[in-house]
């Protein structure tokens, strides 16, 4: 069974950093895209950064536009762990944060738009104060 855990959210002011974790445990598939998305009260889930790995070593990695240059999506082979490394947080990035991961397949596309992954996290708070 696929589990994802999220951890490393909190509390920052305007300009600091956060790195969030996703510990995954039960991953069977060689192949797979993991990423990062967040959700914001009121507003419709988004993706922020995704990486396709093969055997557990970095493939590709793409991030969504607006957030290229601040935040940067790495993983841990030996911890089985995704992290998502956030500078320069600004109020607007306040959110929930999750990680999902899903298998490669010809129908399923490793990018941030993707939202059809099969299994999630339960997702960690970010919150941004000026």
């Known amino acids: 069974q696929v589990q994802l855990v999220e951890s490393g959210g909190g509390s920052v002011q305007a300009g600091g950093s956060l790195r969030l974790s996703c510990e995954d445990s039960?991953?069977?598939?060689?192949?797979?895209?993991m990423g990062w998305f967040r959700q914001a009260p009121g507003k419709e889930r988004e993706g922020v950064a995704t990486i396709y790995t093969r055997d557990r070593y970095l493939y590709y990695a793409d991030y969504a536009d607006s957030l290229k240059g601040r935040f940067t999506i790495s993983l841990d082979n030996a911890k089985s762990t995704l992290y998502l490394q956030m500078n320069s947080l600004r109020p607007e990035d306040t959110a929930v944060y999750y990680c999902?991961?899903?298998?490669?397949?010809?129908?399923?596309?490793?990018?941030?738009?993707?939202?059809?992954?099969?299994?999630w996290g339960q997702g960690t708070q970010v919150t941004v104060s000026s």
């Open positions: 999902a991961v899903g298998p490669i397949s010809p129908t399923f596309a490793c990018r941030p738009s993707q939202r059809d992954f099969p299994y």
């Open positions: 039960g991953l069977t598939f060689s192949s797979y895209c």
